[in-house]
């Protein structure tokens, strides 16, 4: 007869190197600035440069980006099967973030002026970007799981990360209106911001290739053939889908509050030289102050109940916010820096809960597949990205509010005005708190976690082991 060994009798896996932490979460330069400036900058710059109508400006936002809901999954099935002397995942980081910084600096080129002709070039230059953004991106998310099966120290991975993830924000989103204003403004600024975040998106790739050269790559098994059987599997990981569904509709709130930044800077705050920077920085600034109190937060409470309150916090502040236009700018910075601290919680922990979903899958069917489940994390993620901005473009249209091809915002009516604030504020509470009530069915709990590992380290040979 077979003893199984209990789990304090296995070896804690040994803990990742700071040097393998630090360069891993150097890609989180290329993800922030990626992920942050076209929901900041791009919808502005074609209803207020470009001259685009809001309803088709947040039609050409969407549409590249709901088409990695496709590219995303392919990614990851592309990256589970790849093999080479660099291991399968790292070689995409250095290619696919060389090809999104290029690509990046041509979306804003605007080779065609304004008009029909400047659109269609942005929608393609968007898509190349978000299609090379898929491939740097997948894989990316995928090495956690494959670096450490140690539930606790995924989450300090995860901190080092978001702690990057939100200087990269903090810097492209605050510093990249600063250098539209101090270059001439309109089309030729937004031409030299262009170029300063592929700087900094060469800079995570390169960094993220190079730091983790040394990392644990695990070992990587062929994936399923088709989206279909892909999804096949993530259904049947009820953790997984559980936590995807929250994370996707909270990152559409989160994306419809980013897309407001500078019309409410524009018209609910009325300083639109500094005001997109300094709310923006008021939302992300906290998250560099917070995040070990989160990470303590965390180990105390456990990560699901930590994410509910991050959530709790997001939703309290969007709501407190609908008084910016009637407090002092001062006041509705100060209330923009209680939700820059829900959001630090929520990125951390949905991120840190994401690869003990992976593990968790790996260990009951006994196969490595995290470019599948991080194929359609990124797919959903990126959708979400895009359908918060293309939503507050709605609120815009359906208000009233009138584009310009200038490079400076029009004089809006008192409804455009509240759309304005409408969509800065209810429409991201609605979305980020009441779907956190779905994370009371999401019971990965970590000694289930370790119960699932045991019983696959126990045997070895077994296929499937029951959830």
């Known amino acids: ?130 299609t090379a953004y898929a491939f740097f991106q997948v894989p990316y998310v995928a090495m956690p799981a494959e670096m450490t099966d140690d539930y606790t120290e995924r989450t300090r991975l995860m901190t080092w990360r978001v702690a990057v993830l939100a200087v990269a924000i903090l810097v492209s989103g605050a510093v990249a209106p600063i250098v539209v204003n101090s270059t001439g403004g309109g089309v030729p600024g937004h031409r030299w911001m262009g170029l300063f975040v592929a700087v900094l998106i060469v800079a995570g790739s390169v960094g993220a290739f190079l730091g983790t050269a040394k990392a644990p790559t695990g070992q990587v098994t062929e994936s399923e053939p088709s989206l279909r059987a892909q999804l096949a599997v993530v259904r049947a990981n009820r953790p997984f889908t559980i936590l995807l569904t929250v994370f996707v509709v909270q990152s559409i709130g989160v994306a419809t509050m980013l897309a407001g930044v500078k019309y409410v800077a524009d018209h609910v705050l009325h300083r639109p030289d500094d005001g997109p920077t300094l709310l923006f920085a008021c939302f992300v600034g906290p998250a560099l102050l917070v995040m070990p109190l989160w990470t303590r937060l965390g180990a105390r409470l456990g990560k699901t109940r930590a994410l509910v309150l991050a959530s709790v916090l997001l939703t309290g502040g969007a709501l407190a916010l609908v008084a910016a236009g009637s407090v002092p700018p001062a006041a509705a910075y100060a209330i923009t820096g209680v939700i820059g601290v829900g959001y630090a919680g929520q990125q951390v922990f949905a991120l840190a809960m994401l690869p003990d979903c992976v593990a968790f899958d790996a260990a009951r069917t006994g196969r490595r597949q995290a470019g599948v489940f991080t194929g359609l994390w990124t797919a959903g993620e990126t959708l979400g990205l895009a359908l918060g901005p293309g939503l507050y473009a709605l609120v815009l249209q359906l208000t009233g509010y009138v584009s310009s091809d200038t490079g400076t915002a029009v004089a809006q009516t008192d409804t455009a005005r509240l759309g304005v604030l409408l969509g800065f504020t209810v429409v991201p509470a609605l979305l980020v708190g009441p779907v956190a009530l779905l994370l009371r069915r999401y019971d990965l709990t970590p000694e289930r976690l370790a119960s699932a590992q045991l019983n696959t380290d126990s045997n070895p040979s077994t296929d499937s082991v029951p959830a």
């Open 1 to 130: 007869m077979t003893v199984s060994p209990s789990p304090s009798q296995v070896s804690a896996p040994a803990p990742l190197s700071g040097g393998v932490r630090a360069g891993y979460s150097l890609g989180s330069l290329a993800t922030g600035a990626f992920g942050t400036v076209p929901g900041l900058l791009l919808l502005p710059y074609l209803t207020d440069n470009l001259g685009v109508a809001a309803g088709l400006a947040g039609l050409l936002v969407l549409v590249p980006k709901a088409w990695d809901v496709l590219i995303n999954p392919l990614a990851g099935r592309i990256s589970d099967r790849t093999t080479s002397r660099w291991g399968a995942r790292r070689p995409f980081l250095l290619f696919g973030g060389l090809g999104v910084a290029v690509l990046f600096a041509l979306m804003f080129a605007a080779p065609f002026g304004s008009g029909a002709g400047a659109s269609a070039y942005v929608a393609v230059a968007f898509l190349a970007t978000a």
